[in-house]
């Protein structure tokens, strides 16, 4: 199957709209071999019907069959219902062979954010059950679901991204494509490929970019990936469809981290002084070589909590390492965490392993950032290291957490996220919004995890910490009830 993928071409005014180069973009499409063109939202600048009008023009000289979806810019000024009478439904099923395209509005009205609701929530569930035996299955959605690198301040991520992203990997799907920050970005998510289009004509490109498209070729072996920039400038990429999920062989275990968040050390009922308990018989039954904390250690910033704190952590008398949140730091926190704790960024490593920390938190504020400063401190570093096994451990995440809204994402994900993943490094820990996690986002493991000992939890498998076995071959990350000790598995990982 052949696809021809673009996004965001802003019709209207001058102002916005590059008229020329969407034209050169559709002669592009209908003098190439494609079997379909998908259109990923933002068909005009304010919803406005004139705008809708030259949409309409040039999306009408595309020859192929074409899917289109709106964009927060069409639900502008109660541009929905004009895209329905200009352009086409809001949501749709198209099946070509062996191969069907589920397409999904994302848009909120007068909004830039973006959200499934419930309703189309099960409606996106049913039709990828309903077409489970399908060889290649598609979804198409104008925001993003995993942040997008060069395009600034993340705050307009998919409200409900975790779900979906969830949702995508249990229903198996082949290719995700969208658009909405204006800058090209792919990533495989396990054996699913993201694929987030710039924009094809608007005159809001980013970081000094130019407008682009993708092109995706997709058999039984390979998935491949162009991205075309109208200055001539073409990124290939290439994705195995045949991969290896059975591990008959991890090799020698390496190391051995318990991974730990949001304790919550206080006299308040917040936190569960049984869970805390409980889960240090466990922790020493496992025997790590490395306690990582990411993060939530005390309730509040204060001398009373972080007193308690350092009293329940001498229980465990495993080398130990920390990284703030937000509470942690608040108040007298900032002085008190360097005061009991030491430095922000702290740092274990022996002759293999290297755990890197990084602080996300501000002050007086739930948004994490890194900042382009410290993420070029910190790829430097890393990229220095002599370890074979390089990981970083942070409190706020860096990709969706399912059952959770989001917004516990760093302003500059996209960047750090993006930035990690070509670095190649293996294994990134997080300790924010409540919920266990883990999947692997191109060679990079990422973990995120529960609460070990506050009441503020959101897995039915009840508070929890992680345990991750480093073997020769092999990640293994596993999850530990904090009060039973009752351990499940999250994921298996080869390493790269």
Request: proline residues 3%; glycine residues 8%.
């Amino acid at each position: 199957m052949k696809i021809f993928h673009f996004s965001d071409i802003h019709a209207g005014s001058d102002k916005h709209f590059r008229k020329e180069n969407l034209l050169y973009i559709i002669d592009e499409i209908n003098n190439g071999d494609y079997d379909l063109a998908i259109f990923t939202g933002d068909a005009t600048n304010e919803g406005q019907r004139h705008e809708y009008e030259i949409a309409k023009e040039m999306l009408d000289k595309i020859e192929c069959p074409l899917i289109s979806i709106p964009g927060n810019h069409d639900a502008r000024s109660g541009g929905i219902a004009l895209f329905e009478e200009y352009i086409g439904p809001q949501n749709g099923i198209y099946e070509h062979g062996d191969a069907v395209v589920i397409s999904v509005n994302s848009a909120v009205g007068d909004s830039n954010d973006g959200r499934i609701g419930r309703a189309k929530f099960n409606r996106l569930k049913k039709a990828l059950n309903d077409h489970s035996e399908k060889e290649i299955k598609i979804l198409a959605i104008h925001h993003h679901i995993l942040p997008t690198p060069m395009s600034g301040r993340e705050r307009n991520v998919l409200a409900n991204a975790g779900d979906v992203l969830d949702l995508i990997q249990k229903a198996d799907v082949d290719l995700v494509v969208s658009g909405h920050r204006h800058y090209p970005n792919v990533y495989e998510v396990e054996d699913t490929v993201y694929i987030n289009a710039g924009t094809a004509s608007s005159v809001k490109t980013r970081y000094g970019d130019v407008n682009s498209y993708c092109t995706i070729e997709i058999n039984d072996k390979i998935k491949k990936v162009i991205t075309k920039r109208l200055n001539g400038e073409d990124t290939v990429r290439k994705y195995s469809r045949n991969r290896k999920r059975v591990f008959s062989e991890f090799g020698k275990k390496e190391f051995r981290a318990i991974q730990l968040s949001n304790t919550y050390f206080s006299e308040s009922n917040s936190f569960l002084a049984q869970h805390y308990e409980e889960a240090v018989k466990s922790i020493r039954m496992l025997d790590p070589d490395l306690l990582i904390h990411c993060g939530g250690i005390v309730k509040e910033g204060i001398p009373r909590d972080y007193n308690i704190a350092i009293s329940e952590l001498n229980k465990l008398d495993f080398p130990m390492v920390f990284t703030p949140a937000a509470r942690d730091i608040n108040y007298l926190g900032y002085q008190l965490f360097n005061q009991y704790f030491g430095e922000l960024d702290q740092k274990y490593n022996n002759e293999k392993m290297l755990f890197q920390g990084l602080s996300t938190p501000q002050y007086d504020s739930s948004v994490g950032v890194v900042g382009e400063t410290e993420r070029k401190l910190l790829l430097e570093s890393l990229n220095e290291a002599p370890q074979e096994f390089r990981s970083v451990y942070l409190h706020h995440n860096i990709i969706p957490i399912p059952r959770s809204r989001e917004k516990g994402l760093l302003e500059d994900a996209g960047d750090l996220l993006r930035e990690l993943v070509d670095a190649e490094i293996d294994l990134v820990l997080t300790g924010t919004s409540y919920h266990p996690y883990a999947t692997k986002v191109g060679g990079t493991v990422i973990v995120n995890v529960n609460s070990m000992s506050s009441v503020y939890q959101r897995s039915r498998f009840g508070n929890s910490f992680n345990v991750i076995d480093i073997y020769e071959k092999v990640i293994v990350v596993s999850e530990v009830n904090a009060l039973w000790g009752k351990k499940r598995l999250l994921g298996i990982w080869e390493r790269a």
